[in-house]
């Protein structure tokens, strides 16, 4: 009874709460820099480690949560993205709980999500995306109403998630902003080492799996190593190839390097020695790519990045100098890829100049935890 008691008077000291299904590391380092918030948590993530997660973060059961959203005093409540179809019926039930509560207690609450969700809504019916369209109709019915029942605010991480988004009926018309992930303009003194040795360094950070093309990497890279003996790979990371691409590196100690799973920090010291960042991300069934956040920690870095189009964020990518291949074509194109941005890498700090000076998730999150509901016809146009 008495964490029971400790839990509930915590949740009453904060003006929001946030959902995560899975907690991450990232996610408790950004907290640092968001609206105080009670993040109540289902699961943990790989990348967590030993990551110190503060007091006003509590891994719940679906009961607790429901409890604690029925007795809380917070008035914005953050909830899981909204096409994420593994978690949707949980959305449901949370967001309805949390606006039933609220009636009953004649207080007004505000729902809101963060969407980077990528990709087509025949894609999500259907892993082969065949769809007949009778369904494909009433699916953008029904998936909008659910949207439109869950949600009264947005903030769309990426040009693909919000294009997703405005599909479905009537969700255009929910309050919204683009603002894109992206980490924010580091303030820290660029590396002063320009020798070819310092600018021939690749990193892949990720699972490693077919989604994340690790394969497509280590089969690329014997091309790598003809056209430019100076080049080394690094591999962090864990997962079903861990053994093959294990012993993979160790066939070439001097070019390639596995350095397993590490902790979180200690990654982002290994993507910042680094001169380009590869992730071939390909699509598995009903997922793509929605950011990829080793991108996202390579380009806080100053880091070339080499990636396909399946990430959220190959336009603005492409459109500032990286290198975003066709997911089709990923044999084929990965070598020279990687040979051209190990030769010729963009300068990091003309990749810095190109990032905001806040976080996008940032400032996503200060714009949807305000309470009040925004009016201005910018914030539906974004």
């Known amino acids: 009874m008495k964490s029971e008691r400790a839990s509930?008077?915590?949740?009453?000291?904060?003006s929001s709460i946030r959902i995560r299904p899975e907690l991450r590391a990232a996610q408790v380092e950004r907290a640092r820099r968001m609206t105080p918030a009670l993040t109540l948590y289902f699961d943990e993530k790989y990348d967590l480690g030993k990551t110190v997660i503060p007091s006003s973060f509590r891994k719940v059961s679906l009961f607790e949560c429901i409890r604690i959203?029925?007795?809380?005093?917070?008035?914005?409540?953050?909830?899981?993205?909204?096409?994420?179809?593994?978690?949707?019926?949980?959305?449901?039930?949370?967001?309805?709980?949390?606006?039933?509560?609220g009636l009953m207690g004649r207080r007004r609450r505000i729902s809101v999500a963060y969407a980077i969700e990528n990709n087509d809504l025949r894609n999500l019916i259907s892993p082969t995306g065949a769809c007949h369209p009778l369904v494909e109709r009433a699916a953008r019915a029904a998936a909008g109403l659910f949207v439109r029942l869950t949600v009264d605010r947005f903030v769309f991480g990426s040009a693909a998630s919000k294009v997703l988004y405005h599909s479905l009926d009537g969700v255009s018309k929910i309050p919204h902003r683009l603002i894109e992930e992206l980490p924010a303009r580091s303030t820290r003194p660029v590396p002063l080492d320009s020798t070819a040795e310092s600018r021939l360094r690749a990193i892949f950070v990720g699972e490693l799996?077919?989604?994340?093309?690790?394969?497509?990497?280590?089969?690329?890279?014997t091309s790598v190593e003809r056209a430019?003996?100076?080049?080394?790979?690094?591999?962090?990371?864990?997962?079903?190839?861990?053994t093959a691409v294990s012993q993979w590196c160790a066939e070439m100690p001097d070019s390639r390097t596995y350095a397993g799973f590490?902790?979180?920090?200690?990654?982002?010291?290994?993507?910042?020695?680094?001169d380009v960042l590869v992730a071939p991300s390909r699509r598995a069934g009903r997922w793509r790519e929605q950011i990829g956040l080793p991108i996202v920690e390579g380009l806080s870095a100053g880091v070339t990045i080499v990636t396909t189009d399946e990430t959220g964020l190959a336009t603005w990518l492409r459109d500032n100098g990286h290198v975003v291949i066709s997911e089709k074509s990923v044999r084929r194109d990965l070598p020279a890829a990687i040979i051209g941005a190990l030769k010729t890498p963009l300068g990091r700090e003309s990749v810095l100049a190109t990032l905001p000076e806040t976080p996008g998730r940032v400032a996503s999150d200060s714009w949807l935890h305000t309470l009040v509901l925004p009016t201005s016809s910018e914030d539906r146009k974004s």
């Open 69 to 101: 959203l029925a007795s809380t005093e917070a008035d914005v409540l953050e909830i899981p993205e909204p096409l994420w179809l593994r978690f949707a019926a949980k959305n449901l039930l949370l967001s309805g709980a949390w606006k039933l509560f």
């Open 228 to 242: 430019v003996p100076q080049a080394s790979l690094t591999v962090v990371g864990g997962g079903k190839y861990a």
């Open 8 to 14: 509930v008077d915590m949740s009453s000291s904060y």
């Open 262 to 274: 590490v902790q979180h920090d200690e990654t982002a010291r290994i993507i910042s020695a680094s």
């Open 209 to 221: 799996d077919d989604r994340k093309g690790i394969l497509d990497l280590t089969e690329a890279w």
